[in-house]
């Protein structure tokens, strides 16, 4: 069967994707073992609103690498797919298409109309990204599909809720929250992320020591400054508290306009000087000498009618601004934090929109934050009570979605209580090592942290589209938590009720996902999936959500279901541009996988992924994908040749086991073989992707393509013994039999390796498994033999340790290192390939014996007319030398295959070059200043192009002075 001359990703990606899913392929089900071990993995479930980007198709990837090698193996696998309903997302999309095409707001339709709008809009449009997931090739079981509002896992939603309510683990009460003011909702943390601010201003306000407490002995006392609210403006001279003489350093200048200050003030610095008006402390560092003397007594709080106290608490730098911090508890949530320790009042001053309230004062009640702001620091200046405004670089918190800056407030929320699950998690990593972190370090660390500082989490949300909050109040207010409002009611003994307006944060249903997806529903507690599939083998995530989703998938999964989710998590690097930075829409350096695959193919850009899949962050370089499509196309190419002469030859795996016939060359391939097989397995199972990759292309485009295919070529090319010696074919088979071994033996290798990389690029490898002879449902794992033939169900190869022949390897490495020196000479010194030479060799016994074995090959792929063999050097002076690593050396004597002064001088400028370029990049790597700002990437490679420099020097010196 011949092969069409080019490797054509698109076509091999056209039709086995869809007749893999037909014949159920990807489902467990397909596995006819009923004793089989079982493997699972759940993907983590993507918004339904979005689309495809290079995280996704990183870890996707990876899942399908292992579900696939897995099922080769013979488990039932199980992966399975969902979509998250992405509460705020998919409602904003909602909200902008309802008044693009209607000019309504949600609020114009009601809450019912908009949600079944919601609903045609994810019948409609929501397939998007699971269609795009298909184009990954990943091998997921689509009958199983999951949305996280389907009614079993919206029914579990609901059973938790209740469950937790009832064991009192989940409350309603005011604390700190990210709040959206644009979206009008409070946010999680992962909802909002850090913009940084270069033209920021840092404020440093001045508040006045309450003068009773700070006025000498003696002082004149002003009563009318007791009734006099903070802030105004003195009457007269005769108003002013005390001289300037006795002022203390650091008062505010005598004037008119200062009488009702006290003489002393404590500086505070600020980015957001509107919130000065609900402080109710400042706070300095009890070890601070400058301000010993100020703790416990009051600041007159400008702008206000409130004293406020100067409490003492470690959390404050003393070395950090001015040592003094003003305390906000409402408006910040480590201020909010000391504030509890203190038990300081909570007085909030902004509205939901970001706007002022009455609580900031009749002057800013309404002014929106940023006007407020401006307002309070010309109130400052005018008071004398603003010090100076500093420039100053900031990162502001906003919201992902709309960008808006997001602002920390008291909020009335329901909230769950997380001690009890903490401690059931932090118990499990303890006394079991569950879940296994890949990297250990430092993710497990990570989580343990997390989790030992863990907070109630904060689960309503303000928005219409989710998993409505299951509770209802009556007329007077109090609430019934319930599954159904019919059963609110019986606890009521009304059915006069209201249901909360709020709905669940979307991670309320996704920390369910391990087990919700398997049938458990709360009322449902075991299902034939849940029994076989849970705990899942393997959670496949990036970082930033170990402590938002992953802690919390095993706290649920331990509470409700008293087992962990899985028994390992790999956690993946960040896909980053190609300068190293992330990717994003608003920086426009995003990459579309679907592009990619348009352009290098699917199986291309799964192997640039997975190889380059370390657990750490790494730049996408287009350089990479393309040398992985030029690596399927070696693949196409050597399966062509391989075809063209494959007449009398069927993959035969008793081919292997005929060592008494193999060459060295044979046997060296097999065991090469048999070790990568061994060596990939080891990976895989440590989740060392990027090592598998590399055994992988190493034996392909290396061992097999360049070496193994050259080194018999003659052989399974030869039909009528004309190649053969007048000795082979007295003592070996006719040569067509000879050659028909040959051709089975390579198609039989081929088909075992194809079958090892299935995993990574299963596009290519079934396309060509397809077209080997003798490929069959025969050659299945035996969980699959009544299944129609497809390489995605035939045994994974596990390699064989008796394969392993380490004198062939070594012997074999001996000369296929001297053909690449012999052929480095050549290229070195520009000698023409029609140009046939002596070469000359001094080596040991064992050397000259393997040499002496394999000439007729190192000839032929050498290029070499004769090989002299002796026990040390004797040439001219002018020869190209080199030597192999034990210690053989290998000479070309010159004269005569090359122009002597046209060589030198070449060889000259070549010299003089690479010095010039070589001077150049060690000045610039000397420099301190670029070595730690540029990308580290960039640093790396201009470090390994001077080493490559270097051996290239070393290499042309030694050619120059053998023309000397």
């Given at each position: 069967m011949e092969l069409s001359t080019q490797y054509d990703p698109k076509e091999a990606e056209k039709d086995h994707y869809e007749r893999w899913e037909k014949s159920g392929c990807f489902a467990p089900e397909v596995n006819e073992d009923p004793t089989a071990d079982t493997y699972s993995i759940v993907i983590p479930p993507p918004n339904v609103t979005g689309s495809l980007h290079m995280g996704h198709a990183l870890q996707h990837t990876l899942m399908d690498v292992l579900t696939r090698r897995k099922r080769m193996q013979g488990f039932r696998t199980l992966f399975l797919v969902g979509v998250d309903h992405a509460g705020i997302s998919t409602q904003l999309m909602v909200t902008r298409k309802l008044w693009e095409e209607e000019k309504k707001t949600p609020q114009d339709i009601g809450r019912e109309a908009f949600v079944a709008k919601v609903w045609d809009w994810k019948?409609?449009?929501?397939?998007?990204?699971?269609?795009?997931?298909?184009?990954?090739?990943?091998?997921?079981?689509?009958?199983?599909?999951?949305?996280?509002m389907d009614e079993s896992l919206s029914k579990a939603v609901r059973n938790v809720f209740v469950k937790l309510y009832e064991d009192?683990?989940?409350?309603?009460?005011?604390?700190?929250?990210?709040?959206?003011?644009?979206?009008?909702?409070?946010?999680?943390?992962?909802?909002?992320?850090?913009?940084?601010?270069?033209?920021?201003?840092?404020?440093?306000?001045?508040?006045?020591?309450?003068?009773?407490?700070?006025?000498?002995?003696?002082?004149?006392?002003?009563?009318?400054?007791?009734?006099?609210?903070?802030?105004s403006v003195p009457n007269s001279a005769s108003d002013n508290i005390e001289s300037a003489e006795t002022r203390p350093?650091?008062?505010?200048?005598?004037?008119?306009?200062?009488?009702?200050?006290?003489?002393?003030?404590?500086?505070?610095?600020?980015?957001?000087?509107?919130?000065?008006?609900?402080?109710?402390?400042?706070?300095?560092?009890?070890?601070?000498?400058?301000?010993?003397?100020?703790?416990?007594?009051?600041?007159?709080?400008?702008?206000?009618?409130?004293?406020?106290?100067?409490i003492a608490d470690e959390y404050v730098e003393s070395?950090?601004?001015?040592?003094?911090?003003?305390?906000?508890?409402?408006?910040?949530?480590?201020?909010?934090?000391?504030?509890?320790?203190?038990?300081?009042?909570?007085?909030t001053v902004m509205n939901l929109d970001a706007t002022m309230n009455e609580a900031a004062g009749a002057e800013f009640n309404g002014l929106d934050r940023l006007k407020a702001r401006e307002k309070v620091v010309e109130k400052f200046e005018e008071l004398g009570l603003l010090e100076k405004i500093d420039d100053h670089e900031m990162v502001l918190p906003v919201c992902e979605r709309c960008k808006t800056v997001v602002e920390t407030?008291?909020?009335?929320?329901?909230?769950?209580?997380?001690?009890?699950?903490?401690?059931?998690?932090?118990?499990?990593?303890?006394?079991?090592?569950?879940?296994?972190?890949?990297?250990?370090n430092p993710h497990a660390k990570v989580y343990t942290d997390w989790l030992e500082n863990l907070r109630d989490w904060t689960i309503s949300r303000q928005l219409w589209w989710g998993h409505q909050i299951p509770a209802w109040y009556d007329e007077a207010g109090k609430v019934y938590v319930a599954r159904t409002k019919e059963e609110a009611a019986a606890q009521a003994g009304t059915d006069k009720l209201t249901q909360e307006e709020d709905v669940l944060d979307t991670w309320f249903s996704s920390w369910l996902w391990s087990f919700s997806t398997l049938g458990w529903n709360g009322e449902t507690t075991e299902t034939e999936d849940l029994t076989k599939f849970h705990p899942t083998s393997v959670l496949v995530s990036g970082r930033d959500i170990i402590y938002l989703w992953i802690s919390r998938m095993v706290m649920s999964s331990m509470k409700f279901l008293d087992e962990r989710p899985f028994d390992d998590v790999y956690i993946t690097g960040t896909v980053l541009d190609k300068n190293g930075q992330r990717m994003s829409k608003t920086k426009g350096n995003g990459i579309d996988p679907l592009d990619v695959f348009d352009k290098y193919g699917v199986d291309a850009t799964r192997m640039t992924l997975a190889g380059s899949s370390t657990g750490a962050d790494f730049a996408w370089r287009d350089e990479r994908v393309e040398s992985f499509r030029n690596f399927a196309n070696k693949i196409w190419n050597a399966t062509r040749f391989c075809l063209m002469n494959s007449e009398g030859a069927s993959v035969d795996h008793s081919n292997l086991m005929d060592r008494e016939s193999f060459t060295i060359a044979d046997k060296w391939i097999v065991s090469k073989l048999n070790r990568t097989a061994i060596e990939v397995n080891r990976a895989l199972d440590n989740y060392s992707f990027h090592e598998a990759v590399q055994l992988l292309y190493?034996?392909?485009?290396?061992?097999?393509?360049?070496?193994?295919?050259?080194?018999?070529?003659?052989?399974?090319?030869?039909?009528?013994?004309?190649?053969?010696?007048?000795?082979?074919?007295?003592?070996?088979?006719?040569?067509?039999?000879?050659?028909?071994?040959?051709?089975?033996?390579?198609?039989?290798?081929?088909?075992?390796?194809?079958?090892?990389?299935?995993?990574?690029?299963?596009?290519?490898?079934?396309?060509?498994?397809?077209?080997?002879?003798?490929?069959?449902?025969?050659?299945?794992?035996?969980?699959?033999?009544?299944?129609?033939?497809?390489?995605?169900?035939?045994?994974?190869?596990?390699?064989?340790?008796?394969?392993?022949?380490?004198?062939?390897?070594?012997?074999?490495?001996?000369?296929?290192?001297?053909?690449?020196?012999?052929?480095?000479?050549?290229?070195?010194?520009?000698?023409k390939s029609s140009e046939f030479f002596d070469v000359h060799i001094a080596a040991g016994d064992r050397a000259s014996a393997i040499f002496r074995a394999n000439e007729a090959q190192i000839l032929k792929l050498a290029r070499a007319k004769s090989l002299n063999i002796s026990g040390e050097l004797n040439v001219p002076k002018a020869s190209a030398k080199a030597v192999l690593t034990d210690g053989t050396g290998i000479a070309v004597p010159l004269e005569g295959l090359i122009d002597f002064e046209m060589e030198r001088t070449r060889l000259s400028a070549q010299i003089n070059n690479l010095n010039n370029e070589g001077d150049k990049l060690k000045k610039q790597l000397a420099n301190?200043?670029?070595?730690?700002?540029?990308?580290?990437?960039?640093?790396?490679?201009?470090?390994?192009?001077?080493?490559?420099?270097?051996?290239q020097l070393n290499a042309l010196n030694e050619n120059l002075a053998a023309l000397n």
């Open positions: 019948t409609k449009y929501g397939g998007e990204i699971t269609a795009q997931m298909r184009r990954e090739g990943i091998s997921v079981d689509w009958s199983r599909e999951r949305f996280t009192g683990q989940i409350y309603r009460g005011a604390r700190i929250v990210n709040w959206c003011p644009k979206d009008k909702t409070v946010l999680s943390d992962l909802e909002v992320e850090d913009k940084e601010k270069k033209d920021g201003k840092l404020y440093y306000l001045k508040y006045p020591v309450n003068e009773a407490e700070t006025r000498p002995l003696g002082s004149v006392h002003d009563s009318k400054a007791e009734t006099r609210p903070l802030g350093l650091g008062s505010v200048p005598n004037s008119a306009s200062d009488g009702m200050l006290s003489a002393e003030t404590l500086t505070v610095a600020t980015t957001r000087p509107e919130t000065m008006l609900g402080d109710t402390a400042v706070a300095v560092n009890p070890n601070d000498e400058r301000y010993k003397h100020l703790i416990g007594k009051t600041i007159k709080l400008p702008l206000t009618n409130r004293e406020i106290p100067i070395e950090f601004g001015t040592g003094a911090v003003k305390i906000t508890p409402a408006h910040d949530p480590n201020d909010y934090e000391m504030g509890l320790r203190h038990d300081l009042p909570q007085l407030l008291i909020s009335e929320q329901w909230w769950v209580r997380m001690e009890e699950m903490r401690d059931l998690a932090l118990n499990l990593m303890k006394e079991t090592g569950f879940p296994h972190f890949t990297p250990k190493h034996f392909f485009w290396d061992d097999f393509c360049d070496w193994y295919i050259e080194l018999v070529k003659d052989e399974i090319t030869d039909s009528d013994g004309r190649n053969a010696t007048a000795r082979e074919r007295a003592d070996t088979p006719p040569s067509s039999l000879r050659a028909g071994i040959a051709r089975t033996r390579i198609i039989t290798i081929l088909e075992i390796a194809l079958r090892m990389l299935h995993p990574f690029m299963p596009y290519l490898t079934e396309e060509l498994w397809q077209k080997l002879p003798g490929t069959d449902s025969g050659l299945h794992h035996d969980a699959y033999k009544n299944a129609g033939a497809t390489i995605m169900l035939a045994s994974f190869p596990p390699g064989d340790k008796a394969a392993i022949d380490e004198k062939a390897e070594n012997e074999m490495q001996l000369v296929i290192e001297l053909i690449t020196k012999i052929r480095n000479i050549r290229a070195e010194m520009r000698i301190e200043n670029f070595v730690t700002k540029a990308p580290a990437e960039k640093v790396e490679a201009l470090r390994e192009r001077v080493a490559e420099i270097d051996t």
